[in-house]
């Protein structure tokens, strides 16, 4: 059974950070491309982060370049984003993806609340 079990999420106030995480079972996880995906009220979901699952790769969106890092410990099947100088604008749910060529499998989400 596949699972993605995010953790980590919470209220914080802007200047401050947190770091989340998606912990993997089911799967082969290092063969995984892991990405963290945020979806804010009335707003379509967006890429926030990506790893490669060969050679860890890492692509951000260019709202939270600087400001975030992901990075995964294939040893724990565990991918974290951790999140510096957060601002009220990173307010959303975060979701973590696992993707390979044939599947994708989606966490449920941990609420980050930014307050000004």
């Known amino acids: 059974q596949v699972q993605l079990v995010e953790s980590g999420g919470g209220l914080v106030q802007a200047g401050g950070s947190l770091r989340l995480a998606c912990a993997a079972s089911?799967?082969?996880?290092?063969?995984?491309?892991m990405s963290w995906y945020r979806q804010a009220p009335g707003k379509e979901r967006e890429l926030v982060a990506v790893?490669?699952?060969?050679?860890?790769?890492?692509n951000y969106a260019d709202s939270v370049k600087g400001r975030f890092t992901i990075s995964r410990d294939n040893a724990k099947n565990t991918v974290y984003l951790q999140m510096h100088n957060l601002k009220p604008e990173d307010t959303a749910v975060y979701y973590c993806k696992a993707a390979s060529l044939r599947n994708n499998y989606w966490g449920q989400g941990t609420q980050v609340t930014v307050s000004s």
């Open positions: 790893i490669t699952s060969i050679g860890g790769g890492t």
């Open positions: 089911g799967f082969t996880f290092s063969r995984y491309a």
